[in-house]
């Protein structure tokens, strides 16, 4: 069975409100793919009524992600956090998606200046536990993305989250990688891939500028191999940012957008993330 792809929102517009949601939710379905990566990153603004129907016109399902908000970091705020990531699951139910991914313990653009210490991973812990049994009661996977340095402290490695879901313990929570993260924090692709395979559900294929994938100096060739090898069944999610997001410019970085237009990065994307399923053998 061929991987699904996806594409996250980015790929088309720079914030979801209802009109550019279901402009993003119409244009994913034309470019091919098989749903859309909504960012919840405002929950209470997102209104599911207003997308089904036209999900439903467009053929796909859809997926959401979500960045915890400053005052919500996980560490710090823990109540606060499980109250916003409550709200996505619900959200996220009610669109009709089934996995919900991203910085789910931890906001961008924050930091201690000192390295993550025992206690902050503990509450993630605990919080996780928390969060995981309330997706399971809604049908929803979680990914819990890793992210580099210079965006977050808490979790930079694979290694590092797959320590935190294996102390959680839930079939509900799975490892989600990101490319664009691997090319500044792994020792490759290859190795961190197939050593996190049994906990690996969720993956953004992002270049190394965040453009069109191919065109910069990620290692596919040790991804989709990665991947093959350690039978990896989950999607393939292309994030490309064609528009910059306000709420994330400064933590991300992202001060330009790429070089491409959206039809270019979907369209030439998807092609690129097909071909190399096939060859690599990834089904």
Known sequence: M????????????????????????????????DFIEIPLLRPNDFHPDA??????????????????????HMPRAPEKAKAFLTNALDKTAAVGGDYLC???????????????????????????????AEAEKRGITLGFEVVNRYEGYMYNTLADAS????????DHLKLHADTYHMNIEEQGFYQPLVDNADLLGYMH???????????????????????????????LVL?????INPDLQAATKQ??????????LARDGLTFLRQYSKKCGLQ
């Open 2 to 33: 061929a991987p699904r792809f996806g594409a996250h929102a980015f790929l088309w517009i720079d914030e979801w409100t209802v009109e550019k949601g279901n402009f993003a939710i119409a244009a994913a379905g034309e470019a091919g793919f």
């Open 102 to 132: 991203g910085c789910l313990a931890f906001a961008l653009g924050v930091f201690t200046g000192s390295a993550p210490t025992r206690a902050e991973r503990q509450t993630v812990i605990g919080c996780m536990k928390e969060i995981a």
């Open 255 to 264: 001060w330009r957008p790429p070089n491409h237009s959206s039809d270019v």
């Open 205 to 235: 294929m992002s270049e190394s500028h965040r453009g069109l994938v191919g065109s910069g100096t990620v290692n596919w060739e040790e991804v989709f191999h990665g991947l093959a090898d350690g039978n990896y069944k989950g999607p």
């Open 163 to 170: 320590e935190t879901i294996r102390a959680v313990g839930s």
């Open 239 to 243: 994030e490309s940012f064609a528009s």
């Open 51 to 72: 997308h089904k129907q036209e999900l439903e016109v467009a053929g796909i399902a859809a997926k959401a992600s979500l960045v915890l908000p400053n005052e919500a």
